[in-house]
């Protein structure tokens, strides 16, 4: 079994700056695909930004400037470096991972951190 691990959400005050970490422990043989999503209340959880095994990032529209997703892969932990915060960042994050536990492969979602942006 696999477990996802975040930590670092807080409440801050827009314009600030936080770092979300997210650890993958387990049965782990290798990881792809690592992302950050968050959901705000009454809406759905949206892709914030992932990265791939490769170093390969993508990044949702709303945070592209201010978000950067690293990952180190010998530690089996995908980061989140929040900046500039704004009020409409407020949102439970997830942290998702494509495990692979040889011989199979599966999808895994932490159990959400929460930050808060203050106005």
């Known amino acids: 079994q696999v477990q996802l691990v975040e930590s670092g959400g807080a409440l801050v005050q827009a314009g600030g700056s936080l770092t979300l970490t997210c650890a993958a422990s387990?049965?782990?043989?290798?990881?792809?695909?690592m992302a950050w999503y968050r959901q705000a209340p009454e809406k759905q959880r949206e892709l914030v930004a992932l990265?791939?095994?490769?170093?390969?990032?993508n990044y949702a529209n709303s945070v592209k400037g201010r978000f950067t997703i690293s990952r180190d892969n010998a530690k089996n932990t995908v980061y989140l470096q929040m900046n500039s915060l704004k009020p409409e960042d407020t949102a439970v994050y997830y942290c998702?991972?494509?495990?692979?536990?040889?011989?199979?492969?599966?999808?895994?979602w932490g159990q959400g951190t929460q930050v808060t942006v203050s106005s």
């Open positions: 998702n991972a494509d495990v692979r536990s040889w011989p199979t492969s599966k999808n895994y």
């Open positions: 387990g049965s782990i043989s290798s990881i792809n695909t």
């Open positions: 990265i791939t095994s490769g170093g390969s990032t």
